[in-house]
């Protein structure tokens, strides 16, 4: 398994890969953002958190597309269908690689960029330990979305209408811990929410998608 997940990371590292796209899409996003709303401090620190958590969340969408469709089409993904790794530690694996290379640097860099929003410094920590807890889900659950799509012609459309809407109760959770982190406001609840969303998406869906690849490779 640490061989595929490494495989993986060297995969999205390469040039197209989708790591640095992600990021960068991320970075003109928010820096976008400013020119649209106008500059006015306190207007730009209100929206900061649903911003940032919805360029997370689009940037995430923009490699999922790839996740299963480069070794579908040359072959091995059949061969990992068949091979003695249980099917479900394979899509885990490409889950966590998938993390690694757009989650987690997003969830880096995310307060940094808050600064071109005047996202207040209280908020900045709510800000990255809601996306370091929130994208795995994303991720887990674009490769569900993935699964179902795999083998498809155009099927990087389909996979955002089958994904976004799952997105939404993660979205919401997340930004909520950011926007009572610039409040100064408890965290528990939706904390415990977004968490409880990421663990039920890893428990759940590696055998949902499992099951889909299976049917798609029939």
């Known amino acids: 398994m640490i061989a595929l997940l490494l495989r993986d990371l060297r995969l999205a590292t390469r040039a197209g890969g989708g790591f640095g796209l992600s990021l960068t899409f991320f970075l003109i996003l928010v820096t976008l953002v400013p020119f649209g709303v106008g500059p006015e401090s306190g207007r730009l620190a209100t929206i900061a958190p649903g911003i940032l958590w919805v360029g997370a969340l689009l940037a995430s969408l923009l490699s999922l597309d790839r ?3 480069l070794d579908h089409e040359d072959g091995t993904l059949e061969q990992l269908a068949t091979a003695p790794l249980p099917l479900e ?3 885990a694996m490409k ?3 998938h993390w690694l290379t757009t989650g987690l ?6 307060p940094l960029l808050g600064v071109l929003l005047h996202l ?3 908020a900045m920590p709510a800000l990255a330990l809601s996306l370091a807890v929130g994208t795995p889900a994303l991720s887990m659950i ?3 979305g ?5 083998g498809l012609k155009r099927g990087g459309l389909l996979l955002s209408l089958l994904v976004l809407p799952l ?3 993660t979205l919401i959770f997340g930004a909520e811990v950011a926007r009572r982190g610039a409040e100064g406001a408890a965290l528990g609840t939706p904390m415990a929410f977004l968490g409880a969303i990421t663990l039920g998406t890893l428990a759940l869906l590696p055998y949902a998608t499992a099951a889909a690849i299976r049917v798609n490779l029939r």
């Open 120 to 122: 207040p410094g209280a």
């Open 67 to 69: 996740l299963f469709a």
């Open 142 to 144: 674009g490769a569900f």
């Open 89 to 91: 530690a394979v899509v």
């Open 95 to 97: 889950a966590i690689a």
């Open 146 to 150: 993935a699964g179902l799509t795999v």
């Open 105 to 110: 640097p997003l969830a880096l860099i995310a």
């Open 167 to 169: 997105y939404v109760p």
